[in-house]
């Protein structure tokens, strides 16, 4: 289920997609904390799979038309409320069809359990109240202590932002993706930033690039559908592997590029490419490399 397919507003990501992420990030690791968020495809990246680093996080599908899903979302909500030791990150599936569909999601509710940026287990429909608190009692006892933890106490200071990096989001916003990148290399060419904000700040760049070549203003239809109806199209796929990634689904893109690699070896230099965008060592990162490697030799 981290082998999410993207989902899109509008058959297209939203230009100031890095931006919002940024600035989740920078919720994030401030330490603003709030047990149960309402996640669309925009933020379920950085408010559900990056907080799951943290605590654990409980992703629940679900449907205002659904009366078990109504109940289990306020029972889920009840449970979380005033504690920090797991989050419940809530997507309306009527709001996000396409990440719904992208995810596997059969019938609401559906909830998953996440725990460093994977899904560890997860269970359909409704659920007896006592039985729900039991399971997420588990769930924390089991996963919390293996996990980062949220830091500092809320209301604790944090430290200052580097004001470049909300230059670099102005320009991303306004889609001026050559004065974001001219940002980030002032970034990177600095002797006193931090090794952390290097790597953090290279992954933002390469995200850049991406975006630029993804060009969502300028696409009418949705991508993903283009490859499905088009499978021998690789230009397609490539772009439909760029969506996917840009989405928060990175796991399908890289299934997409390496069902291509031994056919397509351009295929191999666009899976490098994107695994730049993330963590070395992201558990998904590490699985697509293996594969990599079983399928060219």
Do not use: C
Not at 271 to 279: C, M, S
């Amino acid at each position: 289920m981290t082998e999410f397919n993207q989902a899109f507003t509008g058959g297209a990501v939203d230009l100031g997609e890095v931006a919002r992420q940024a600035e989740s990030r920078r919720e994030l690791e401030q330490g603003g904390f709030e047990p149960f968020v309402t996640v669309d495809e925009k933020t379920i990246e950085t408010q559900a799979f990056e907080r799951s680093a943290q605590v654990p996080v409980v992703l629940m599908f679900g449907s205002a038309r659904s009366a078990d899903s109504e109940a289990l979302k306020a029972d889920l909500e009840r449970l979380a409320a005033g504690q920090r030791g797991f989050m419940v990150a809530y997507v309306d599936t009527d709001a996000s069809p396409q990440l719904a569909g992208a995810i596997g999601v059969r019938a609401v509710p559906t909830v998953v359990a996440l725990a460093g940026g994977r899904p560890v287990t997860s269970f359909e429909g409704a659920q007896p109240a006592d039985q729900l608190e039991a399971w997420v009692g588990n769930l924390v006892a089991q996963l919390g202590p293996q996990l980062q933890g949220l830091g500092g106490e809320p209301g604790e200071e944090a430290p200052a932002e580097d004001p470049r990096l909300d230059a670099a989001t102005a320009a991303l916003n306004a889609g001026d993706f050559a004065g974001a990148r001219a940002m980030y290399d002032d970034i990177l060419a600095d002797p006193n930033v931090t090794p952390d904000l290097k790597a953090n700040v290279k992954q933002a760049k390469a995200t850049v690039a991406v975006i630029e070549r993804f060009d969502p203003a300028n696409r009418t239809s949705d991508p993903i559908a283009d490859a499905e109806a088009d499978p021998a199209d690789v230009g397609k796929q490539f772009a439909a592997a760029d969506a996917e990634v840009l989405a928060g689904a990175p796991e399908r893109a890289f299934d997409r590029l390496l069902a291509l690699v031994k056919a397509e070896p351009a295929a191999k230099e666009r899976l490098l490419e994107l695994f730049t965008l993330f963590e070395p060592g992201d558990a998904r990162v590490k699985a697509a490399r293996t594969r990599l490697a079983s399928a060219l030799f």
